[in-house]
T-cell receptor
């Protein structure tokens, strides 16, 4: 079983829509959860990270972790064409980082 | 403060040749991670290094692959006798020294290796 599972999409939404991206993870010992954004031909950049369960908000982005169901979510409000990218969820043991395969998002103007 | 730098950005090798990928971490960062990315497999952890030490190489293939992070100079990922299956994007990330369990990673732009 993979440490992190993520639906690869692709996902296509109209501008202004609310986007929901999701992952599941296998090991209940994971404590830190991250979301990265990766534009084509670029390296991933960290969007947000959360520790343990709960929500974290940063502008139009909200990260949510539900440890009881081992579920990680990223919500994007008022989506913009510039949000078009691949979004990767990740978790870590401290030494190793485990990434989902990424969900490709296109926001259509 | 320059970000993580990787070179070359693109590397073409013939089967059997050696590939050397370089990574210069951000200033002040002493931790380096290497990842491989294939189109439908996502980022795969390969190795985690600190200066002059390999901390975790559990993601490295047992043969042909090696990594180092010397006291001076960039981190090097070395692939000997490359095969077509080594074609991928290789990303390096660095993080600062940290006392917590979580070290924020900053990624470089990657090196795209093509094996002919």
């Amino acid at each position: 079983q993979k440490e992190v599972e993520q639906d690869p999409g692709p996902l296509s939404v109209p501008e202004g829509a609310i986007v929901s991206l999701n992952c599941t993870y296998s090991n209940s010992a994971f404590q830190y959860f991250m979301w990265y954004r990766q534009y084509s031909r670029k390296g991933p950049e960290l969007l947000m990270y959360t520790y343990s369960s709960g929500n974290k908000e940063d502008g139009r982005f909200t990260a949510q972790v539900d440890k009881s169901s081992k579920y990680i979510s990223l919500f994007i409000r008022d989506s913009q064409p510039s949000d078009s990218a691949t979004y990767l969820c990740a978790t870590t043991t401290g030494n190793q980082f485990y990434f989902g395969t990424g969900t490709s998002l296109t926001v259509i103007p | 403060n320059a970000g993580v730098m990787q070179n070359p950005r693109h590397l073409v090798r013939r089967r059997g040749q050696e590939a050397r990928l370089r990574c210069s971490p951000m200033k002040g960062h002493s931790h380096v991670y290497w990842y491989r990315q294939l189109p439908e497999e996502g980022l795969k952890f390969m190795v985690y290094l600190q200066k002059e030490n390999i901390i975790d190489e559990s993601g490295m293939p047992k043969e042909r692959f090696s990594a180092e992070f010397p006291k001076e100079g960039p981190s090097i990922l070395r692939i000997q006798q490359v095969v077509r299956g080594d074609s991928a994007a290789y990303f390096c990330a660095s993080s600062p020294p940290s006392g917590s369990s979580y070290n924020e990673q900053f990624f470089g732009p990657g090196t795209r290796l093509t094996v002919l």
